[in-house]
């Protein structure tokens, strides 16, 4: 968890959009709430100087890097960058791919504690697994022989199909081409899109959100602990999508164990975003410590297609910690519905045709959007953090501080309740769980198993 | 033919499960019908010692390996352990690439007969078939070079076409993802479905038993005398299909040659499972001399889709020794249906267009799931083993003792009654099989010629 | 142009067949057609002897090869002989693979000819076009490095590509699985039929005649002279085909400048096959000293689809000598059916859009079957050949010796009316060709330029 | 930009023509619109001597490359050559793999300022970015070790994805088979249409022109100052298409910001063609200094088919320099058509959802094709090159000399009307553009920010 300097500004950035964004960080709850890494992408560079040391650009960075991670450390956050694994950065400026040891050296120098490494002019060392392995190994032996520990974020865009092998190499990978700020408008620049997209040769960029959804749900189970799939940066708060599409958006992303790096405009944040991102109930998801994907039970289209042609309806669950269950009903069609799963769909894995235990069970149903922050006191979270004092997040009910409790795995098993949203309804043994979902939106809900069977049907 | 523990157990394993599971084995009549290996699946290791050799996890097997080996030989039983072409294997455990040599040692030392070897973690090592050629070949010459006998059981997931290669190199290799417990159901992890699911890129797990089989069917010639297409383990047993379903699943793995490896829990079989996997007429097809495999004919699909929106018919047929042709009518539409196949389809190799001499002639048809034991039989055997007496196996006449009668190639020399099944009625020349067959079922008929043309039409 | 052991007998091969059918080659007219080459397919092999060179089967070939190259080349016939590309050859002998030097040596020592070289077992050595390549290179070296000279026929159906890169390698490459005889019946073991057909990881094999008709379509320029695309052995004369089927399949071959291999047994040929195989004015358009395949102009599906699903009709046209031009009209349809050819699309390449000079020209119609052997004269020649008297080809209107004429090319020139078949008729300039094609027949008609524009509208 | 030989006269090349195409590119004013390098492409070779120094063909080229060269440079014009990274050209001359740095000094000493580098008979170099990458990048190697700055245009078909890999190996790369002179009518040789066609192991031949259009369309993001997606020469004027096709060829080439290298033949131009090819408002979208291809922003397939079968409209725009917008608005359907385009479009990239601050402004439209050059004025300026007179380019408002005035830019940037077309109308904040485009044609449009938001509609 994270934020990064790309998907708002791009190459526009310097020291004090680092540092504001930093205090920012604290100010509005992020940090507690477990966003930790602060990461400079692309355009920080000035190249090497005359003993092949990698420098930051003197302008946007006058202080140097290791000012900057001296303040982030001071604040209790992680110091991340970028670089790439060809000859030059996607936004030319000096590449990695030859000089690995030395970048990781001055990365770790500095006080790095997290790389992104991308993929362009790679210099045709691609094709194979092995190939793109063996560029992306390099990197990670040079920074484990820093001894400085560095989470290794992978940016090859899913090519040579790095679930294949990236486990054992970075901490994530990510599985597509880039995110564009859009709910699902097909892009002739991202154009893998059937049931075959993890074959992709040309990941593309201007990939919508469903779009990556659809591709990652072919292989989440190849994330496993200290190894995920990365569905790339969040574009919440950049404006592209509806609120709704948002909820989809970090839901998604929390659901398949993605990193989430926030990638908007801190200072600039509303009240809606700072609702959606702060959503702890959605986050205990994304951090549970069992670390399990959801995966897609069924997907059908539908006929209510959007205007960009797009429409169709998908179910997701996933173990959580202490037995409880996540479901996700996704309407991506056109029109609200009202949506239904069986728990033998559900627990699917546990067994199929409905032989689960789990299927003879009756369950409590949290919906976790329904305690999600209200404007008011978003809005007075930001007030304080724009007049630089401390926000009130302990105070509110839809808060939670991980820094203080311990982190998620403590609040979950606490019951803290901003972590469990609202008890909604429960379901009962064979039955089905139920929810109206809105046009581009989920019912993101957690099971958790009943004390004895209930009889009552759950009403969301 | 054998056992193995992943698909009933996964992880939780020990040497009491083995012991006791090796002893049903024997007393359930399974050894005497081929049932061979009992294969310890990965999670029994505890690592690598100081001198670099694989220790087996002390909780769960206390007294060793070569105990248990011991054990098993007296029984006359193989013994079948797991290791991994990777750095890990699939749970995390070690994995034996860049450590073949001495892995195969201590595989030797330990009396091992069979060894599966998988394919996570494979550190990139995969992308075109001459890297895991490579790969797979490395245990293959260490097994060679300790001398002892060891089946090589290759399980990379059909990657980078094994029907390419690995007739050279082992025993007999996955062709496809994990199978699941389910007959026709898609799951979005397994996503090749297609008519060029062969040159699937993302394996997967979750997939059913059709989907398996239509991605053999593709190619079932590339097995050999020595080198089979493995199909993965059975489900039989484990409670995700009905009886009819676990018919068709035992039908096609036998068909094809697929190697035969049990996968569930033989402590609790109930007397439909015993029946089914105890049905030596079936067996005889899996065993047969000649080694051929079956071949799809035709395959359409029908309008009576099942609740997983699937619906098709298959005809299958296969040289047989003896000059006899085994024919399967397989429908996996959601309605019982009469089906046919005409001579000229099922002869079709022998040559097109009605042309093959054995179009010209008639035939008695026989169907080999005609004589299934009943249930009372089964559940006296199933009694008898609990009790620790011997099953009475020789008695029935639903039995074949192998081991009694020099195996299944002289009972079928001699007609021993329990390979063939029942003969339910004749084809004239240049006629049509016509079955009966149930929703998600099969007929599985052997045709034998006649001395002379018979007039009598076929009735089932 | 020659005959080859395996369509017809497979395994079953000695001396005396290849000494009968040799001689049968000279007495029903085929060797003074072109047919040249008698090639020993797979299954001569006794395997290496103690200096590791080669030794033929001595029940199979008591004489020895030297024996029999003398014998043939005394006939005027080539010596072609089989080896393959990996560990064993498909039959499970002995392969060339590590050993190309040594079994190079021995084919030229016993005076071969003609090297076919297969692809089973080859130890993963495919993948890449380079992996591939180097592996048929081996070969091509070690037949060059012997001096004698030998006609290289690659045979690794299609994979990696060959018609990129072998030309330069041997004098043809198999493009595709192995053919069967049948029409266009499709087969789950020969599974790629798609307009990404070229692709194929799974060239597989009982390809009907048009699968691979169609797989070629998409690159017959690839074919060079000395470097042919190769469509597999002839199946003329086996029975799984009808008539005007066998008619399709010459004709097609030719078009294309596909090697032409006779694979039926002669010794058992009636009237029909010969009068086929024998047929001059479409010999000369696969032997046309020009050399240019005839490529695909259009093709289109049909609803009178066959009892295999199939329906289809394409129109195809090539180069030929002279300024004459081949127009073929494929009717894969079920129903007899009027076809018509535009000379704009006819002569596509020679100006798009009817704007090439060809187009504003009138031209005579040949009808390259039209003056097909009739079966009375068919039925001589074969009995003149089996009372081993020389056949009275010379004498026939419907024959041509191309060894008394000094080839083809001298034939063409010279106008000699064999060559032609028949003058159905004639197209004015702008106009379009027509004919009456029977259901999987084609008409295979010759365009020559005539002196002046005619009127005539063509009447076939 | 420039002129080559291969699509008006393939091999028919000699002295002559280059020199008298040279005095007409001068005379017709086209060196003067930035037309600039004269390719000499395949066929000019007579072999190596015996030094290994590649000769021209002393009949085709009696003087020698040297003279031709200084000839050239005489003129101001830039000398091109081609060879092939293989082991012959694809006329079968010899070729350079293997001779890379021989050859690059050879084309050195003879002045050669342009390499096209071709993809023949490759000796299986291909299968992987890695494999392809290092044969091309061994002649960009052996071109800079001489010193001469030469342009090296790869034209390997986009085998093995250089728009991977290419922008730091050479300045522009094909991706994709030859063209040919039609606009979209589908042929059997260039078999990749779909939308993975950038997938395509059979780059093929005979592709459309709107075939090579739908295949960049995925991937123009690729190109990079210096280094371009090549959709391969042009073919106006060759006859193949309509007017208002060629308009749609060098609209769509420019917006791409493809190589433009005219393919005709300039001796025997006329007026169409020179008006077309000399449009500088069209020119000046190729060569705007801030080198941003175009974006396909939808594509929809409509019902009015045309004789090929094929029917679509498209709309694509891009960003051009000053803050202006190019918008192309593609009917390749069967009727003229009323066409439109909303700014939220146009503007995607700049903010999805109609969210870019240019969605709110007001723009002016200019029709870049509106002051195309009339016939009369066209026919004196090829009657003067006749007459060997000079050109009166500047005379005209429809031309722009780009020597006289310090290239494109410095034209844009000082409002140079010639570079505009003509202002047809204006677009309100939040509207559309519209325009009634021919079939098979486009309408081109320039948006150029208004002072202030206009209120009048656009009318086209």
Known sequence: MGWNTWNAFSCNIDEQLILDTAQTII?????????????????????????????????KFPNGMNFLSDKLHSMGLGMGMYSNAGSLTCGRFEGSLGHEQIDAQTFASWGVDYLKYDNCFNEGQSGTPLITYTRYKAMATALNATGRPT????????????????????????????????????????????EDAFECQLAGWHCSMMNILNKVAMFPDKGVPGGWN???????????????????????WAALKSPLIMGNDLRKINAQTLSILSNPAVLAVSQDPISSPAFRRWRYYVGDKDENGQGEIQMWSGDLSGGDMLVVLLNAGNENRNMNATLADIFWDHGPGGTAPQVKQAWDVY?????????????????????????????????????????????????????????????????KVTAEVRRHSVAMLRLRAQASPSSTKVEL
Chains 1, 2, 3, 4 share one sequence.
């Open 367 to 431: 919906d976790l959007w329904a305690s999600r922050m209200d404007n008011t006191t978003a809005n007075a979270i930001i007030a304080a953090a724009k007049a630089n004092t401390t926000a009130p997040d302990n105070a509110s009910p839809f808060r939670y501080n991980a820094t203080a409790n311990g982190g998620y795995a403590a609040g979950l098993t606490q019951n803290a309740p901003a972590l469990f949203g609202k008890k909604v309804g429960s379901v009962q043994p064979g039955g």
């Open 27 to 59: 100010e509005l709850g992020f940090k507690d709430l477990g966003y930790h890494y602060v990461v400079i992408d692309d355009c920080w560079s000035a190249g090497r100087n005359s003993t092949g040391h990698l420098q930051p650009d003197p302008n």
């Open 151 to 194: 989470l290794y974020s992978i940016c090859n865009w899913g090519e040579d199909y790095p679930w294949k092998w990236a486990q054992t190499v970075g901490n994530s990978w990510r599985m597509s081409g880039d995110i564009f700020d859009t709910f699902d408008k097909p892009d002739a620049r991202c154009p893998c899109t059937g």
């Open 230 to 252: 990365d569905m790339d940066m969040l574009e919440i708060g950049n404006g592209g999508m509806t609120d709704d599409e948002y909820i989809v958006h970090l839901s998604m």
